[in-house]
């Protein structure tokens, strides 16, 4: 099974290794249930959220203390504490499924900048072996003019 997490690990890419648009990957592979936890983990990670939360139990925490017509939910908020609990039931791991999925495109991201990294190698050597030869080349021609130019001054 090859190592995914250490790139530096693995076999150097062959032909048939390709470069890939990894948005068009996630776009592919994403389902509703992910695109719905990346949604709630937008909206509960926002200044929105806290504040209209923070807005709704300082209400409901004023309207059981005053309570002009009857406490719902009296000191100390027994059932307040439950919708929070399960708010935080469900907000976890919907925050790590995020997490999860983040992760598996950052270790795609890493191979795919691997691959571009090895491309771009490769081309770097052609590049220096083009630029030798065309040295060599020029020496060689430096030489031809040299030797031309002794002829001429003969």
């Known amino acids: 099974m090859p190592n995914n997490h250490h790139p530096e690990k693995q076999q150097p890419p062959t032909a048939d290794s390709t470069i890939q648009c990894l948005n068009d990957l996630e776009a592919q592979k994403t389902s509703k249930g992910h695109r719905l936890a990346e949604w709630t983990v937008q909206m509960v990670g926002s200044w929105k959220f806290i504040i209209i939360q923070s807005a709704l139990l300082v209400v409901w925490t004023i309207v059981n203390i005053v309570a002009w017509f009857e406490h719902w939910d009296p ?80």
């Open 75 to 154: 000191y100390p908020f027994i059932l307040l504490n439950l919708f929070l609990a399960l708010q935080a039931a469900y907000t976890g791991p919907v925050i790590m499924m995020t997490q999860n999925r983040q992760a598996a495109r950052d270790r795609l991201e890493a191979h795919n900048d691997y691959l571009v990294n090895i491309k771009a190698e490769q081309e770097i050597r052609t590049l220096l072996k083009h630029l030798n030869a065309q040295s060599q080349a020029i020496e060689e021609l430096k030489g031809m003019v040299k030797s031309l130019q002794k002829n001429d001054l003969r």
